[in-house]
């Protein structure tokens, strides 16, 4: 993140300058910023319902965006985040480098929502270019004194960076990013933000005898990893930790039971988007200082169809002792997962929140615009998170974990089968989790939400970092 935010007393001589208002706005406070002329004008152009527009006065651009303020305050925020982009997008038309921002509504929270989509608007993945295409020229946002705090500044700033991570690792092809090579990535991250970290090797991994994880693994080249983070502050408001845990399947091929070539396969690289959240929220908490004992936890493994691949038919012995007949080597990412949710029982955890491209189903569900989620922790978490959910629009949406949605995992030969059948598969395959937790659980499946084809607005392209905002807006109220 190479933006620099300030805050100061005096922003109306800044060049380029954003203000927002609404219907609550009060005219009179935009005097220091702009002569009454001015005013006149922004108001006959409002109620014209031109809204955003840019005015030129000499040397000064104001760019000015109303924000209906009969919706929602969530629905206004991410009203405000889509101005973020828009005027992003036209000072990089322009080659604009710094802007000041002047909030002339009545709700701050209007103001943290635009600079979030200002800064993460920002995003780009030069990486494999062997020119420069860089097209984005923000460098420094000025922030009237009344707008945002210090403390929220910098908040902006650690997440906008935490989800920049994100994407990245996500964006990162799988001939880079192994899973020894995430395990690397994130010893970096761990290093930056003063965390603890541990990455199992395959050794490890064996000697505790994480049979799911093992099984992916035997059709790939590469070994697997299990990654375990841990920021514990001196003054935790958390007597037990909160795990999260993120499947990190470098690259789902599918297996012996292989993906079609066309399309299905092409985004693979994005199934460890839980691990990039995860990781990515710990660091972001670490950063900023976060009063909570936090662990993060992922099994990171390929899943190829190489000569010792695990077999339709293969019954595996997972970590925790009980048998799973797999008759799916494509559902995967609940064998690692699986052994992941039982190694965090060790932790005796108040809440463990698990995130993975887990199911077709979800995304076929939800589409792109939501996360599936289910789990056993008590309705007041659930209301918490879904208010996160809400508020950073990286909205969830509930599916039951009925019984009989259990029923469908029975297998003839072993505890449970690895598939439910071709109905409801993204609450079976959480049913299929549920069976390895024993603490207050959750389950986010971002299947839909982790990868976008097409620029989706502040989001970008390619990895989009869900999630990271999300948990760590619950984790901050928590
Ligand atoms: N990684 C996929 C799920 C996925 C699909 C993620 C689309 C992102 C976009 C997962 O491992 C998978 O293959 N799931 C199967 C499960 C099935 C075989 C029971 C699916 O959803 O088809
Ligand atoms: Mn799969
Ligand atoms: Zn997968």
Not at 181 to 207: C, L, N, P
Not at 285 to 292: C, D, G, V
Not at 436 to 442: E, G, I, K, M
Request: hydrophobic share 40%; net charge neutral; charged share 25%.
């Amino acid at each position: 993140m190479n933006i620099s935010i300030s805050i100061s007393n005096d922003v109306s001589q800044s060049a380029n300058l954003v203000v927002l208002v609404n219907e609550k706005t009060n005219w009179k406070s935009l005097e220091s910023i702009a002569s009454p002329a001015i005013a006149k004008v922004i108001q006959d152009k409002l109620a014209k319902k031109v809204n955003p527009f840019v005015l030129n006065s000499g040397l000064e651009t104001l760019y000015v965006a109303s924000i209906d303020s009969q919706k929602e305050l969530w629905q206004q925020r991410e009203i405000a985040r889509k101005f973020g982009y828009q005027i992003n997008k036209s000072l990089n038309v322009q080659k604009i480098e710094s802007v000041a921002l002047f909030n002339a509504t009545n709700e701050a929270v209007l103001a943290f929502s635009f600079v979030e989509s200002l800064l993460l608007s920002n995003y780009e993945f030069p990486k494999y270019f062997t020119q420069n295409t860089n097209t984005k020229s923000l460098s420094k946002i000025t922030i009237d004194k009344n707008a945002l705090t210090k403390a929220e500044t910098s908040e902006l700033s650690i997440l906008a960076d935490a989800v920049f991570k994100a994407r990245t690792l996500v964006n990162e092809p799988v001939n880079f990013l192994t899973s020894v090579q995430m395990g690397e990535e994130f010893k970096k991250m761990a290093k930056e933000a003063g965390i603890k970290i541990q990455v199992f090797d395959k050794k490890k991994i064996e000697s505790l005898k994480m049979g799911g994880l093992l099984a992916v693994n035997y059709g790939s080249q590469e070994p697997p990893t299990f990654s375990v983070l841990e920021y514990k502050p001196a003054k935790a408001k958390n007597k037990q930790p909160i795990v999260l845990v993120g499947k990190g399947v470098v690259y789902d091929t599918g297996g012996l039971s292989l993906k079609p070539t066309a399309n299905s396969m092409d985004q693979m690289k994005c199934d460890m988007g839980g691990a990039a959240c995860v990781a990515s929220t710990i660091y972001a908490a670490a950063k900023a200082k976060l009063p909570l004992h936090l662990v993060a936890l992922v099994p990171s493994t390929d899943n190829r169809p190489g000569e010792n691949a695990y077999t339709p038919g293969d019954v595996i012995r997972m970590m925790d002792g009980s048998t799973v007949e797999v008759l799916n080597t494509d559902a995967e990412g609940r064998m690692i997962l699986a052994d992941a949710l039982h190694y965090a029982k060790r932790y005796k955890p108040e809440l463990v929140i698990d995130v993975a491209t887990l199911t077709g189903a979800a995304m076929r569900a939800l589409g792109t615009h939501a996360t599936a989620y289910m789990g056993t922790a008590n309705k007041s978490v659930k209301e918490k998170i879904e208010k996160s959910g809400f508020d950073t629009y990286e909205r969830l949406w509930e599916f039951p974990l009925w019984e009989e949605y259990g029923k469908m995992l029975e297998s003839s030969i072993a505890d449970k089968k690895n598939i439910g059948g071709d109905l409801a598969g993204m609450i079976t395959a959480g049913k299929f989790l549920e069976t390895f937790t024993d603490y207050p659980w959750l389950h986010l499946d971002i299947a839909g939400a982790a990868f976008t084809l097409s620029e989706s607005e502040y989001r970008g392209r390619g990895g989009t970092g869900i999630g990271v905002r999300l948990l760590f807006d619950f984790l901050k109220n928590y």
